[in-house]
Each structure stands twice: as structure tokens, then as C-alpha cells.
């Protein structure tokens, strides 16, 4: 056995070792932390002139508002990151959790149509799983599905459990248990507001583990949505007071106590292996070396890509062969945040988030923030524009016509004829596939293991762990714990 290394001598060490972190957002921070807490000297590489990615907090109209991320989940990873920042103090419940769903049950005649005008909404009921109601009488359901639907949904309580077998499709699932009426109106909505996909492309598995277990001892499909949530609550879902960028400030705070350069408006153009096997050359561009034309070059020990998808593909997809070419996944999507002093909010009218029945509007959904986060009189609405297989309905707009055509959706999917607003922000992002896509964590696995073949190289962000920081966080914080026992201890320490 060899002798160990003495805590001063591995503290030596470490601060020998460069790291170089590729992207700003909240997994690339993540990262970087973990790599500057064992005493790593690390540089973080942003393209844009903030950090945070998809975590934005902006002043508009007097009030904070999240046009990206408005809440994180309280998963043990994300719960604990928020502890270590010493932010649990600023957690927020939200004050409105409720989902509409609005468009449902609208009459295809026009006739009709005149005489009851305006678009039907109705909330989603809360008692669910994945949008599968543990009781399809509730009023809530009944509205939503109508006489017909209700009924064909009763007939999951009286067919035997096995007549499908262990079903991973959401769809499939759903369709053979309770009927196309909730699929189509409680669990489409559901899963292309918060999964960004439709049913059947979600592995029931991933997203609701137990669910197909308790499915088979409870003998029907709404009665192993009861004895899922009873056994299983979901994860409390908070915000934080003065928004959700604090949690970025704080991260770039120790990361700067720790000695970390980060560097914003910085792109990463290109790494290149530096021949030796054992560093990267990065290069970059950038205001920092006043040499916007010339790529400037810096050598580092161990390079971690947090990029979006499409950047992180460009980036490696040059030094790590077995990579292969896959189209991205991931796709551009908009908010457009307005602020409107409008009183005839304050009652709330769709809860926390209006979602559009999916491919019926312009808009995807609209969110609430200040029905969710508090406030009355002026109030904020973040209207999301396109996803998987839209392109955004804003993209071509300017920024005047992008914020009409929001308010005019957000109107209708809020059932209030809004005001001109009072400001408006415009912002674009990158929707990460969610983690409960079918196949997507064994195309995940694929490119980690590519990218880790190669000496000290790792990638982590969204595109990889999936969507949303409950995925993200502990991704980010488990890619650089491998590769800092890499960076400091060798190939095999990794494992
Ligand atoms: C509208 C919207 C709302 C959301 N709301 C929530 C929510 O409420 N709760 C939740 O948990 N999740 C939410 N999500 C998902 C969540 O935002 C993401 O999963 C997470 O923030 C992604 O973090 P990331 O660091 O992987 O990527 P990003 O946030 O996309 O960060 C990547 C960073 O890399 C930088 N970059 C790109 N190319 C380069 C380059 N060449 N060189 C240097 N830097 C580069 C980018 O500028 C960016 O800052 C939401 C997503 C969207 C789109």
C-alpha cells in the first residue's frame, strides 16, 4: 500500500491544478464550486455578460421579477446547495400552486361559440400524479372531461389491473386505463408544461417511479395515483425572496472568496487537447483580453463543459471522437415577462399558470408571479413562447410586437382583457429535455462515458442531467467530484 499523502502537501497539489469551467449557469457554478472548495484553482468561462443562464432576475416596472427560473425544488441536493449559501432563510412558499388548463371543451360550432364567448378553462385537479386524477368525479375533473369522459375514466377502477402489463409509455398507460379525454385534457397539458413533452414520449418510470408497482397493487390506475402520493409527497416547490439570481450571486461570492477568476463575456470558441494527454488548451474570445478579433489561448489541467447542448456538441464534438453527431434536443423557447397594472388580477383568476391546451395558441402558458410570489394591484406575467416541435411564435418579431402579441394571449389565457403594459421583457433560453424523456438517460450515459474517456475532460448541465435545477445541481456536483479525484489522484480514482 502506498503511504498517504500529507493535507498540506494535497493542498499544494490541488492549487497546482487549473481547471477551466465552460459556461455560467447554475450547473457550470455548481461545478466550479465543487472543484474550488478542495483548493482547485478554477476559472469560469461565460459567454454572456452575466451569469446564471437560464436563471434571470430582472427590475421591471418596480418589481423583481424571474423571467427563466422562478423556483426550485427541494430535492436533497438542491435543498442542501441552498443551505451551504445560507439562503433557506429566503425561501418562499408560493402563495397560488394551481394549474388551468385553459381551451378545453370549447364548442367547434360557431354558433355556439357566439352565444358562450370566451375561451373555458378550468383548474387541473391537485390530488395527481403526472395530471392522472386520484378522483376523476372531483368537480375539477368532471369539468375538464365532461359527462363521457368522466365515465371512461371510472372504467379504470373496474378492469383487472393486468390486462396491459407493466406499460412505461405515459400514453399508452393512460389511454388504456382511463380514456383519451385524460390524456388529452389533465395529463397533455401537465406534462408539456412541466416536462416540455407530450405523453408519450415520458417513460412513466422516471417520472413517477412506484407508479406501475402501486398501479398492480392497488388495482387501478387512480388508485395507485392515491397510494403513490400518500407514500411519496412531491418535493416542496419554493422561490426566493428578491428572486431566484440570489442564488447565482451567492455562488459567484465563494467562488470569488475561493480564489476563482470568473470571467463573464468570454466565450469559449474551441479545447484542444495540449498533446501532452495530460491538459487542454482553451481558447477563447473576449472584452477580458481586449482582443475581440484573436483568439486568445490558456492552458489548464482539466476542463468541465456546463454549456447548452448546442454549444457543449460544437465544443466537444472535435476533441472527443466517440462523441458521434446527434441532432439537439434541446430547443430555443421565449418569455416574454409583462408588467401591467391591472386590479382584476389580484383575484387570481387562473391560479399560479394558465396552460394553453397543448398546439391551440400562439402561447404555450402563461405564469402568474405575482398570483405565485405576492403581490396586488401591479402584477407581472411571464407568457413562454414555443417548445418541442414549435418554434417560437415571438422569434420573428421585434421586441413591440413580441410584447402585444403577449398581452393579447395572456388576456385570453387568463380570462382578463389585459392593459398595455407597464414594461415588458423579452428573453430567449434553451429548453433542456427533461430527464423522464424515454431513452434519455441512456443517451446521456453515452456521451458522459465519451466525454470521460478522455484524460480530465467531464460535461454536466441541463442537456445531461435534464431540465430543472432538482437535476441539475446534483449532476453538476457528482461530474466534478469525478473529476477532481481525477485531476488530483489519477484515472482510477474516479470510480
Ligand atoms: C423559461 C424556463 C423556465 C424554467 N423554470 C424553471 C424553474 O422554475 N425551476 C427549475 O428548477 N428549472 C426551471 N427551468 C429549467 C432550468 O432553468 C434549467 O434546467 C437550468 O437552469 C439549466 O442550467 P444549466 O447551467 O445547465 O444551463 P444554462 O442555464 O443554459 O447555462 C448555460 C450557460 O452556458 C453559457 N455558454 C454557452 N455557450 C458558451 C461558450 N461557448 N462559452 C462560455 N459560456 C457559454 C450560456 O451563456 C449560459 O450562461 C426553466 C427553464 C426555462 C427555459
Known amino acids: 500500500m502506498s503511504e498517504p499523502v500529507p493535507l498540506d502537501e494535497l493542498a499544494a497539489q490541488a492549487g497546482r491544478v487549473r481547471v477551466a469551467v465552460v459556461g ?146 405515459l400514453a399508452a398507460l393512460v389511454r388504456s386505463r382511463m380514456g383519451v379525454a385524460v390524456l388529452d385534457r389533465l395529463v397533455a397539458p401537465l406534462t408539456t408544461a412541466v ?84 491538459g487542454w488548451i482553451v481558447h477563447t474570445t473576449g472584452e477580458e483580453f481586449d482582443t475581440a478579433d ?21 465544443l466537444l464534438a472535435p476533441v472527443v471522437p466517440a462523441l458521434g453527431v446527434r441532432p439537439v434536443a434541446s430547443v430555443p423557447v421565449e418569455t416574454v415577462t409583462l408588467v401591467v397594472d391591472a386590479p382584476a388580477l389580484d383575484a387570481h383568476p387562473r391560479g399560479a399558470e394558465a396552460i394553453a391546451l397543448p398546439g391551440s395558441r400562439a402561447a404555450a402558458s402563461v405564469v402568474h408571479l405575482t398570483a405565485k410570489w405576492g403581490g396586488a394591484g401591479r402584477h407581472a406575467v411571464r407568457v413562454a413562447f414555443g417548445g418541442p416541435d414549435t418554434v417560437p411564435a415571438t422569434a420573428a418579431l421585434d421586441d413591440a410586437a413580441a410584447a402585444e402579441l403577449a398581452r393579447a394571449e395572456a ?21 433542456a429535455p427533461a430527464r423522464a424523456l424515454t431513452g434519455h438517460e441512456a443517451a446521456a450515459t453515452r456521451v458522459r462515458n465519451a466525454v470521460e474517456a478522455m484524460p480530465r475532460l467531464a460535461a454536466t448541465g441541463a442537456w445531461l442531467s435534464g431540465s430543472g435545477l432538482a437535476q441539475v445541481v446534483p449532476d453538476a456536483a457528482a461530474t466534478a467530484d469525478r473529476l477532481r479525484r481525477r485531476a488530483l489522484f489519477g484515472a482510477d480514482a474516479a470510480s
Open 24 to 169: 455560467g449557469g447554475v450547473a457550470g457554478l455548481v461545478a466550479a464550486h465543487e472543484c474550488a472548495k478542495v483548493g482547485l484553482a478554477v476559472t469560469v468561462f461565460e459567454a454572456a455578460d452575466r451569469l446564471g443562464g437560464t436563471v434571470r432576475t430582472v427590475e421591471l416596472g418596480g418589481l423583481v421579477v424571474d423571467t427563466g427560473v422562478d423556483c426550485i425544488g427541494l430535492q436533497p441536493a438542491a435543498a442542501g446547495l441552498v443551505d451551504e449559501l445560507g439562503l433557506a432563510e429566503a425561501l418562499v412558499e408560493p402563495g397560488e400552486q394551481t394549474r388551468w388548463v385553459v381551451g378545453v371543451g370549447q364548442a367547434t360550432d360557431a354558433a355556439t361559440r357566439a352565444r358562450r364567448p370566451g375561451v373555458p378553462a378550468a383548474p387541473l385537479p391537485g390530488e395527481a400524479v403526472l395530471g392522472i386524477p386520484e378522483n376523476m368525479f372531483s368537480d375539477d375533473c368532471r369539468r375538464l372531461l365532461g359527462t363521457g369522459g368522466t365515465w371512461r375514466a371510472y372504467l379504470d377502477r373496474l378492469r383487472p389491473p393486468l390486462t396491459i402489463g407493466h406499460e412505461r409509455n
Open 195 to 278: 416536462y416540455g413533452a407530450r405523453p408519450d414520449r415520458i417513460d412513466v418510470d422516471v417520472a413517477a417511479p412506484g407508479l406501475n408497482a402501486a398501479l398492480t397493487r392497488a388495482g387501478s390506475l387512480s388508485g395507485a395515483v392515491a397510494q403513490l402520493r400518500a407514500e411519496k409527497p412531491p418535493a416542496p416547490l419554493r422561490g426566493l425572496v428578491g428572486g431566484m439570481s440570489r442564488l447565482v450571486t451567492a455562488l459567484d461570492a465563494r467562488l470569488r472568496a475561493l480564489g476563482a477568476d470568473v470571467r463573464c463575456g468570454t466565450p469559449v470558441t474551441a479545447l484542444e487537447a495540449d498533446g501532452t494527454d495530460t
Open 294 to 314: 484573436d483568439a486568445v489561448v490558456e492552458r489548464f489541467d482539466a476542463v468541465v463543459v456546463a454549456t447548452d447542448e448546442r454549444a457543449a456538441r460544437e
Open 411 to 431: 388576456s385570453v389565457l387568463l380570462g382578463v382583457e389585459l392593459p398595455a403594459p407597464v414594461a415588458a421583457d423579452r428573453a430567449r433560453f434553451t429548453l
